[in-house]
């Protein structure tokens, strides 16, 4: 998959045989506000930031556990390491440790939304592998945001709309996105980490940072091109586009596979 951000609203595409991905519609609304969270009607997601506290449990409050395989424990890293630990924003932030593979995470219920009204998520996540001092150990643990648009709350549904995997290891935070049109009045975030491999030592922790989990309805925008072509030109062009309540669109971003090299 390649991406081009562009001003203009017609670009000429100059590939073998490339597609424009019909998601292009939604593809805009990966462009989550990046202004304040707190802002009224922006950001849906309660406890966004943890800063509201903790269950006796280790989880967020206004969070759910899941843990699907392996044992795993949820605390916060004021708690579990000191005040300035790991986190993006505030004081602190969700933390999973585990000396086992597992496939874990939390999940939040939002409702109030809009049935047929596409919504964008993200959160910052920084994962571990055995311990910061070593080295990186890219493809151990995969990364994951997901929303389940009729509110499930499975992990295993076949209804979330998950991010594509980031599986890289150690800094910096990245920001995992996902976006899917709400089917219900209530949706669900999930936010996952699927650790591969257990620690090599009993001394050592497989740890997952999440903080700053966003939600918000999504700007959209018209697109059109051609299904295919095979010509070395092609032109798409966009318009009609519709900035999310409180937030204004800054840039299009346009995704197109080369259906040669599968790119």
Same mark, same amino acid.
């Given at each position: 998959?390649?991406?081009?951000?562009?001003?203009?609203?017609?670009?000429?595409?100059?590939?073998?045989?490339?597609?424009?991905?019909?998601?292009?519609?939604?593809?805009?609304?990966?462009?989550?506000?990046?202004?304040?969270?707190?802002?009224?009607?922006?950001?849906?997601?309660?406890?966004?930031?943890?800063?509201?506290?903790?269950?006796?449990?280790?989880?967020?409050?206004?969070?759910?556990?899941?843990?699907?395989?392996?044992?795993?424990?949820?605390?916060?890293?004021?708690?579990?390491?000191?005040?300035?630990?790991?986190?993006?924003?505030?004081?602190?932030?969700?933390?999973?440790?585990?000396?086992?593979?597992?496939?874990?995470?939390?999940?939040?219920?939002?409702?109030?939304?809009?049935?047929?009204?596409?919504?964008?998520?993200?959160?910052?996540?920084?994962?571990?592998?055995?311990?910061?001092?070593?080295?990186?150990?890219?493809?151990?643990?995969?990364?994951?945001?997901?929303?389940?648009?009729?509110?499930?709350?499975?992990?295993?549904?076949?209804?979330?709309?998950?991010?594509?995997?980031?599986?890289?290891?150690?800094?910096?935070?990245?920001?995992?996105?996902?976006?899917?049109?709400?089917?219900?009045?209530?949706?669900?975030?999930?936010?996952? +980490?699927?650790?591969?491999? =257990?620690? $090599?030592?009993? %001394?050592?922790?497989?740890?997952?940072?999440? /903080?700053?989990?966003?939600? #918000?309805?999504?700007?959209? +925008?018209?697109?059109?091109? =051609?299904? $295919?072509?095979? %010509?070395?030109?092609?032109?798409?062009?966009? /318009?009609?586009?519709?900035? #999310?309540?409180?937030?204004?669109?800054?840039?299009?971003?346009?995704?197109?596979?080369?259906?040669?090299?599968?790119?």
């Amino acid at each position: 998959m390649r991406s081009r951000s562009e001003e203009p609203r017609n670009v000429p595409l100059s590939l073998r045989a490339v597609q424009l991905l019909a998601a292009l519609l939604v593809v805009a609304s990966l462009l989550l506000l990046t202004r304040s969270a707190g802002s009224s009607g922006v950001n849906l997601t309660r406890n966004w930031g943890f800063e509201e506290g903790f269950r006796p449990n280790g989880v967020g409050l206004e969070w759910q556990p899941f843990v699907l395989t392996g044992n795993v424990t949820f605390a916060y890293t004021i708690e579990y390491f000191w005040p300035g630990a790991e986190h993006t924003e505030g004081d602190t932030s969700q933390l999973i440790i585990s000396k086992t593979a597992f496939a874990a995470g939390i999940y939040q219920r939002i409702g109030g939304v809009t049935p047929g009204v596409p919504y964008a998520a993200k959160a910052a996540m920084l994962t571990f592998f055995e311990s910061p001092a070593r080295p990186a150990n890219d493809g151990s643990m995969e990364k994951l945001v997901g929303i389940d648009p009729y509110g499930g709350t499975d992990p295993n549904s076949p209804h979330i709309v998950w991010s594509p995997v980031d599986d890289h290891d150690e800094a910096p935070w990245v920001d995992v996105r996902v976006a899917a049109v709400a089917r219900s009045s209530t949706i669900t975030l999930f936010v996952r +980490v699927n650790c591969l491999e =257990p620690a $090599s030592d009993p %001394s050592l922790d497989n740890q997952v940072f999440i /903080d700053a989990v966003m939600l #918000a309805q999504a700007p959209t +925008v018209s697109a059109s091109s =051609p299904p $295919s072509s095979y %010509s070395p030109t092609f032109l798409a062009s966009w /318009d009609n586009g519709q900035s #999310a309540p409180g937030g204004s669109i800054v840039k299009y971003d346009v995704q197109y596979k080369n259906d040669v090299d599968h790119t």
